[in-house]
């Protein structure tokens, strides 16, 4: 039994800084790689400069960067690899392809065999790509079917997690559980050990996906290309040959009927000029402004300006000139080259001959853009105006660097499809029939990928994510640390004392619904390590098999429903369905009920608590 000793003064620091850690991972303020960094270091640092002597002889503070080299993190980056590979070969998109003929049919029928795929694939590829593939079939299909597009694009983003449920490595998370629980000394599970409970559990909440949350939803309204309803901040410059060069703000407001707002006036680098209605507009003066694509190009026309990208050169040969220009909308998804750098640094213009004249961040007004769009950190989520001719944003959607929101782009393909849907069919196969380990056949299957030219090394740096990893090795580190000081049998006492005298399928119910409102608030990977050792504290403690507690972990860390920032794809799904934080705790709540009571009736009936 855990003894309820009061913790030593390294558990209490370590406790600290664990609470400090989800305190950091949840503000969007702050980069997550640099908060992983940060708790990373401060946990090598604070038990080099005061040392501790555990059972196991004294704590080496190099000890903590063993997550580089753990085998969940290389199966993960192997896994993102080799998952990359089928998305730059292709391997997916006859699947879009025959689902979109499929929706032609029967539209009802159809969104059920959407989600149930989605969460199929999910359970053996990670669910961005797969995101990244179904959004802008479903946008497509909604135009043509006069049916809600937010009715049907944030069940298929819950359907991929709930998919990743279903197997060891459905989801980062579900590897760090039993990676972590191996290296406790904990049986190592199986690919489909807990299938079949998932199976059962994921029914449930797929029907609600089905039947339920596209009828609770409200409707948003999604209209495609330069009509999109979407407000974009973007920056409009006065040419010396501009109607408003010379008038007032207030003059200039009245060419375009009273309808534009201008929030400032930038005259130069280091000059602004405020919006008052007497305010003198010249040549050069870049009017900040928010509006719809449509209304931004109105404007763009009426006062013979030009929408501001930052770019250097605008002239005849520039696509901002061009006279068969289209407009369409690319999502930063996770992954994206774009991620976290600006249109500047990776010389978007000049590779892409694509000009982006206004952006949308969700839920956040871009108060400024002082150099133009081009030196604005892009972030995951964001929506990209791109104005440039048809088949440059053809071959944008090719390359992966942005998903394309345009139900009109062919989807692309690649001869190299089926190498690459082989390669990790291969993975999948050594995994499961225990041929090899996870860690090893993903890691083969990369090179496999590489040495077939199905990837590039290029491409690996695209499909290699620095916050999962670091994050991932940040989390292990704090588990550790939380384990070797006594601070897990510590946190698994107390719970013990705060479900004292409750049956252990009441425990293991409390437990699942822990971790199912922690990973909404901080990272589902974070939740999942810190959770791990605890669980199997809690249920030696309670002398109970450690199977079902590990799995309350793994199962409650993945109910990533009720908020937009608990996974990434998530805000993907945020950004193209134009909802609000209030439509995923609409929707998302009564999903975690749903899988948090399913879970909590099927782990003890199989596990015989």
Not at 56 to 63: E, I, K, N
Not at 288 to 302: A, G, H, M, N, W
Not at 564 to 572: E, G, I, R, V
Request: one cysteine or more; aromatic letters at 6%; a neutral charge.
């Amino acid at each position: 039994m855990i003894e309820s000793e009061l913790p030593n003064a390294h558990t209490i620091a370590v406790l600290a800084l664990t609470a400090i850690a989800l305190v950091l991972f949840s503000r969007e303020k702050i980069p997550l790689e640099t908060s992983s960094l940060l708790v990373l270091a401060l946990l090598a640092v604070g038990f080099e400069l005061f040392p501790y002597e555990g059972e196991a002889g004294r704590v080496q503070s190099l000890d903590f960067f063993r997550g580089f080299g753990h085998e969940a993190l290389v199966a993960v980056s192997a896994l993102m690899i080799a998952g990359y590979g089928l998305v730059r070969s292709g391997a997916l998109e006859p699947v879009g392809r025959s689902l979109s003929k499929l929706w032609s049919a029967s539209p009802r029928i159809s969104f059920l065999f959407t989600l149930l795929l989605a969460g199929v694939l999910s359970a053996f590829i990670n669910n961005t790509p797969i995101v990244v593939l179904l959004l802008p079939i479903l946008v497509s299909v909604s135009l043509k079917t006069k049916v809600s597009a937010s009715s049907l694009l944030m069940p298929m983003g819950f359907a991929t997690l709930i998919g990743g449920m279903s197997t060891t490595i459905g989801t980062s998370t579900n590897l760090l559980v039993i990676g972590v629980a191996a290296d406790l000394g904990q049986p190592r599970m199986g690919m489909f050990d807990f299938i079949i409970p998932a199976t059962i559990a994921n029914s449930l909440g797929m029907l609600y996906l089905w039947l339920v949350a596209p009828r609770i939803l409200p409707r948003r309204e999604m209209v495609m290309a330069d009509t999109s309803p979407r407000i974009f901040s973007a920056h409009l410059e006065i040419r010396e040959e501009s109607q408003a060069n010379g008038l007032k703000l207030l003059e200039v407001v009245a060419l375009t009927n009273n309808m534009m707002n201008v929030e400032g006036i930038r005259r130069s680098e280091t000059t602004y000029i405020m919006p008052l209605p007497d305010a003198l507009i010249r040549a050069g003066d870049r009017l900040f402004v928010f509006d719809t694509p449509s209304r931004l190009k109105e404007y763009e026309q009426i006062l013979g300006a030009t929408l501001y990208s930052g770019a250097d050169v605008v002239d005849d040969d520039h696509p901002l000139k061009a006279q068969d220009q289209q407009l369409a909308e690319g999502i930063i998804f996770q992954g994206s080259p774009l991620q976290n750098r600006t249109l500047n640094e990776v010389h978007f213009l000049e590779s892409h001959q694509l000009v982006v004249v206004a952006i949308h961040r969700a839920h956040q007004k871009i108060k400024s853009m002082p150099r133009g769009i081009g030196s604005l950190p892009l972030r995951v989520g964001d929506i990209l105006l791109l104005q440039g001719k048809r088949e440059q944003i053809d071959l944008l959607k090719q390359q992966s660097i942005v998903m394309v929101l345009d139900a009109t782009t062919d989807l692309p393909h690649n001869r190299k499809a089926s190498q690459s849907l082989a390669i990790m069919l291969g993975i999948i196969l050594l995994a499961a029939l225990g041929i090899l380990p996870i860690a090893i056949s993903a890691t083969c299957g990369a090179l496999a990928m590489l040495l077939s030219n199905c990837l590039r090394w290029r491409d690996v740096n695209q499909a290699l994510n620095a916050q999962v990893i670091l994050l991932i090795v940040a989390s292990l580190a704090l588990g550790n640390a939380m384990l070797l000081t006594g601070g897990s049998e510590f946190l698994a006492a107390s719970f013990i004392k705060l479900t004292a005298g409750a049956s252990p399928p009441i425990i293991l119910s409390c437990l699942i619904l822990l971790m199912a409102l922690l990973t909404n608030v901080v990272s589902n990977n974070a939740a999942a390590v810190i959770g791990t050792p605890v669980a199997i504290s809690i249920a030696t403690s309670l002398q109970l098999p450690t199977a079902p507690f590990v799995l309350a972990v793994l199962f409650g860390a993945n109910m990533s429903y009720a908020t937009p920032m608990a996974y990434q794809t998530n805000l993907l799904v945020m950004s193209a369905g134009n909802y609000t934080f209030a439509d995923f705790v609409r929707v998302g709540l009564p999903l975690i009920l749903i899988m948090w009571l399913a879970y909590s009736w099927l782990l003890p009936l199989f596990y015989g608590l």
